[in-house]
């Protein structure tokens, strides 16, 4: 009999703008210390032209009570959270 090994995926409900619902699958979840801002790294199991899985980021934001994800518009943030994705791509 085969050993096999069988991850349950972490999966969550989006909601967009416009109110429709998507649900994804959460890769990671983590914070900067230095800011102390959350991101979460998440995929609609899209795949590019080259067949590579496609991957969202997202700042989340826990002001309003209800967490809301935001886009990552600072240069200096995506530099560190690439940082962090080239991390994770290596240990896989």
């Known amino acids: 009999m085969e050993n096999q090994e069988l991850e349950e ?16 699958e959460v890769i990671l979840a983590f914070e900067f210390k230095d800011n102390k801002k959350e991101y979460i790294v998440y995929t609609k199991d899209e795949k590019d032209e080259n067949g590579n899985v496609t991957v969202y980021v997202s700042n989340v934001d826990r002001s309003s009570g209800e967490p809301e994800l935001l886009g990552v518009e600072d240069e ?14 290596k240990s896989e």
Do not use: F, Q
């Open 9 to 24: 995926k972490k999966m969550m409900t989006i909601v967009a703008e416009d109110g429709s619902e998507e649900e994804v």
């Open 76 to 89: 200096d943030e995506w530099a560190k959270i690439k940082d962090v994705l080239r991390e994770l791509s």
